[in-house]
């Protein structure tokens, strides 16, 4: 029989510093070997990364090995070809498959899962689940004590084995041999008393080591000092300073002797045995106490000396019977206990002959072996469910198991490929060096580095080239921003009432417009996916094209679809990569170029080409100036009407956005604007203020028209069961202000600063105790102020309006009409504004909305509103009436009037 024992730590090496797994790994393999069992032990690492020292007799070099990845763990197995694994801890499974053919025995000496619930950072659930999935992989599990077998057997039971009869577990206490068969005898009226270990967090002694210190200090009771030995996992040697056990610095120095923290094993044994009393092993009561199984008290054992502990330790019935020691329940038992022991001398050298006894019956390492030994005689696979807790998750975790297998073969390639390489270059390094230092080499330095230059510029084009081939010929995913709104568009489309046959229109109308459509979480967006929807109730369907040059999406009464062009349409977006630095080169401001770009990128035009001949289309519609001339160029080939949205006059919005715009470009702005205003069939413009600067730049008055922007009314027009009261839990007595946009866009965070900074702490000095909801995308990472809370993207905005109790748009910059004035109009919220807050809505001042420019009116008005709902309540009224006429479809059918011949007067 020969057993692999796999496990963390080092190999026993006497003159180290160990751990309790190399100490638990030693003497379960002497034991096996004085048993007639074959023992080698495996390691985790290299053989270098272990420190050097004389191991104990009995380890031959030839027995240990080392592994890095689970790769050269498996070949380690196939070279010893054991015929049972012992694994020291349970995490040291996962290189394994669930139908290993080799038993698998797994030492859980320590209640990991307790030791757990210390530690901070660790999900204690994820751990669980971790633990139960790979204890189903083992065929025996070994514990320390009666208790640590009780606490195992439920968690056997969730991974799935059979415990009705007979559990798969074996009690192998800790186990040692004795230091020396004879009890330690005393030499000095001064007591010594020890204690130490690695400094874990649920090692929490300072109570009973204050109480011992200052015993000790007093010196009445007993006389003597406490030695602490401590130190970090695993072998980092502590100063003698060294935090206690719960990380407390230690008082009293002149009490305590400088201690190099953890000693090598050898020389920890030799101070015990030749210098000190007592082994201490005293703790605050926590649940890992219950379970555990201490190293450092059976050390303290062999070298004979009577330990005083816990009463709830397990440890404890152990020295009752043995009079191996002391129990204590609390530290202001221990003055009286010291005393005691100091006055009866003579018993303490029957006690350390005691201790010793102890450890020859109970913990000496051939008479613990048995039960594995037993077993291993003739190891049968344990009995187990086939159904456990994570059953639907075994078939994954194996699959996982065996890419894990193949992750580690791959890493190994390529390591043993890198150290190849690594040579090379060290070659090549070498004769480059000497090239390099020759006169040739020199001389034609000029000619190479222009050479090497142009090389690069080709290479790097080349590589550009491909990928963008790459990505045109791939077949693009589904879109997960397009896809979140399928619900909407199947659930909206049975509450729009269908239209008269002579309202419809035969034929297809294309948008062309941006790249970032899709999701609609900004004004723009908001207002063509909104229009194509609306357009689609009227005519046989409507075409989106964006900037995704792979997909296109078709509305058709008023349920959307994604479409993809096929690959030879797709390969025309590779002048995508081309198009923005044509713009940026115009002086175009960065965050701007984007909706330009397809003045340079003609496959906008190839796309609208391609969906002209295969669609009837009756009306070319332009969202943004630059997008007007794919729509132009298309219909000198298939004719059809064209039509320009101006979301704004672009050209100002810009040079007021962008201070730094230069003259130069912005009239390059100006004039391809004005440009294509004049070329298309129709202007529409969303506002008369725009539709008049227009004119003034030159466009032609016949062709602008005025079309405001919508409102979805059957969102407003719903109940809801929840509103922003609920969700935030904000009490009756404080009022709720809203405000919505994206705010990467400056002027709409800029609104929420103002709102915090000087709205609030007016509303405050009146008595007011309001709440501002900053409603959607890309907030800022911290919020100016504590009752200014930013919600995020929210799926539907009607629910979150309609529960507050009043809008302020405090706008100070930004072009175009505020579509949120329109969306608080339609959920009945009073609204106070700027003038640039309300710019382009044609709204009376005390009608619609309460107008005003300064903080402190702003502030007013809100009071004003706020004491007088009545008043409150009739301009939310006036204002939704207003909005009542601008829904979506009544919004498509003024687009589609303006395809009849006789259309050419403003609206």
Request: proline residues 7%.
């Amino acid at each position: 029989m020969k057993v692999l024992i796999v496990t963390h730590g080092s190999a026993f090496q006497p003159d180290q510093v160990l751990s309790g797994n190399s100490i638990r790994a030693y003497y379960l393999g002497r034991g096996l070997a004085e048993h007639g069992v074959d023992v080698a032990f495996a390691y985790p690492g290299s053989r270098s990364s272990h420190r050097e020292g004389r191991s104990e007799p009995g380890a031959s070099e030839s027995d240990i090995r080392y592994f890095g990845n689970s790769t050269e763990l498996h070949a380690l197995i196939r070279e010893v070809k054991p015929q049972a694994i012992l694994v020291g801890y349970w995490e040291l499974l996962e290189p394994f498959p669930y139908d290993f053919e080799i038993p698998l025995i797994v030492d859980l000496i320590a209640p990991r899962i307790l030791e757990i619930l210390f530690q901070e950072g660790e999900n204690v659930g994820h751990y669980a689940a971790r633990m139960l999935a790979q204890y189903r992989k083992a065929s025996r599990f070994i514990c320390g004590t009666r208790r640590q077998r009780q606490f195992l057997i439920p968690w056997l039971i969730l991974a799935g084995f059979d415990c009705r009869f007979n559990a798969p577990i074996d009690i192998i206490p800790i186990s040692t041999e004795p230091f020396s068969p004879l009890p330690r005898r005393r030499s000095s009226d001064e007591w010594v008393v020890v204690t130490g270990g690695v400094s874990w967090p649920w090692r929490m002694g300072e109570r009973y080591h204050r109480s011992i210190r200052e015993t000790l200090a007093d010196g009445s009771k007993m006389q003597g000092k406490l030695v602490v030995l401590s130190g970090g996992y695993v072998h980092k040697a502590a100063s003698g300073d060294a935090p206690d056990a719960n990380g407390e610095p230690l008082p009293d120095p002149d009490s305590i002797p400088k201690t190099p923290g953890l000693l090598p094993y050898r020389d920890m044994a030799q101070l015990f045995r030749d210098e000190c009393d007592i082994g201490i092993e005293l703790s605050d009561y926590n649940i890992e106490r219950d379970f555990s199984a201490s190293f450092r008290s059976v050390e303290f054992l062999r070298c004979g000396l009577p330990v005083i502990c816990n009463r709830t330790l397990d440890l404890a019935r152990d020295l009752a019977d043995y009079d191996a020691g002391w129990v204590v329940d609390d530290p202001e038992d221990l003055p009286e206990l010291l005393g005691s022991i100091s006055g009866a001398a003579s018993d303490y050298a029957r006690k350390s002959e005691n201790a010793i006894r102890l450890v020859n019956e109970r913990f000496h390492y051939l008479k613990t072996i048995r039960p594995l030994v037993e077993y291993l005689q003739c190891p049968e696979p344990p009995a187990k469910q086939t159904d456990w807790l994570f059953i639907d998750a075994e078939p994954q975790l194996a699959r996982l198991s065996q890419e894990v297998l193949e992750l580690d073969r791959q890493v190994r390639l390529r390591d043993e490929w890198i150290d190849e390489l690594r040579h090379h270059v060290e070659k090549l390094q070498h004769r480059l060096d000497e090239v390099i230092n020759s006169t040739s080499w020199r001389l034609t330095e000029p000619l190479r580095m222009a050479l090497i230059n142009t090389r690069s510029w080709v290479g790097s084009l080349r590589h550009r080239l491909w990928q963008a081939i790459r990505l045109a010929w791939e077949e693009p995913a589904p879109s997960d921003a397009f896809h979140a709104s399928g619900d909407r568009y199947a659930a909206a489309a049975d509450r729009v009432a269908k239209p008269d046959d002579g309202e419809r229109r035969s034929g297809y109308v294309a948008i062309v417009s941006r790249e970032d459509v899709f999701p609609t979480n900004h004004g723009a967006a908001v207002k063509i996916e909104r229009t194509a929807w609306g357009l689609s109730h009227f005519v046989d369907g409507v075409l989106l094209i964006s900037g995704d040059w792979g997909r296109y999406y078709l509305f058709k009464s008023g349920v959307a679809e994604e479409h993809l062009f096929p690959r030879w349409i797709r390969l025309t977006g590779l002048m995508n990569r081309f198009s923005r630095k044509k713009v940026l080169r115009s002086g175009m401001p960065l965050n701007e170029a984007y909706i330009y770009q397809a003045w340079h990128d003609w496959s906008y035009t190839a796309r609208l080409l391609y969906l002209a001949f295969k669609y009837r289309i009756i009306l070319y519609q332009a969202e943004f100036p630059a997008y007007a001339k794919p729509c132009l160029q298309v219909s000198r080939l298939k004719s059809a009407k064209t039509l320009l949205v101006e979301h704004n006059v672009e050209c100002d919005r810009i040079r007021a956005q962008y201070p730094a715009t230069t003259p130069k470009a912005y009239e390059w702005l100006r004039k391809l604007e004005i440009g294509v205003c004049n070329q298309v069939d129709q202007v529409i413009a969303v506002s008369q203020p725009d539709r008049d600067l227009l004119i003034a730049h030159g466009v032609e008055p016949r062709k602008v028209q005025v079309v405001p922007h919508g409102v979805d009314l059957r969102l407003f027009d719903r109940s809801y069961s929840f509103g922003l009261r609920d969700l935030y839990e904000v009490p009756s007595s404080s009022p709720i202000i809203v405000y919505h946009g994206i705010y990467s866009y400056r002027p709409n965070l800029e609104s929420v600063e103002l709102l915090a900074s000087e709205i609030l702490p007016r509303l405050s000095a009146r008595g007011i105790d309001a709440r501002v909801f900053a409603i959607g995308p890309e907030p800022p990472a911290e919020s100016p102020h504590p009752d200014v809370v930013f919600t995020g993207s929210v799926d539907n905005l009607a629910p979150y309006l309609k529960s507050a109790d009043i809008a302020v748009v405090p706008l100070q910059k930004g072009g175009g009409t505020r579509m949120k004035i329109l969306e608080y109009f339609a959920a009945s919220v009073p609204v106070v504004a700027t003038r640039k807050g309300i710019e382009g809505i044609p709204a009376e001042p005390g009608i619609h909305a309460v107008i005003v420019d300064d903080f402190e009116g702003i502030a007013d008005a809100v009071v004003r509103l706020l004491e007088h709902p009545q008043e409150a309540r009739a301009i939310a009224e006036r204002a939704k009436a207003y909005v009542d006429a601008l829904d979506w479809t009544s919004i498509a059918k003024r687009y589609l009037d303006l395809l009849k011949p006789e259309s050419g007067t403003s609206t």
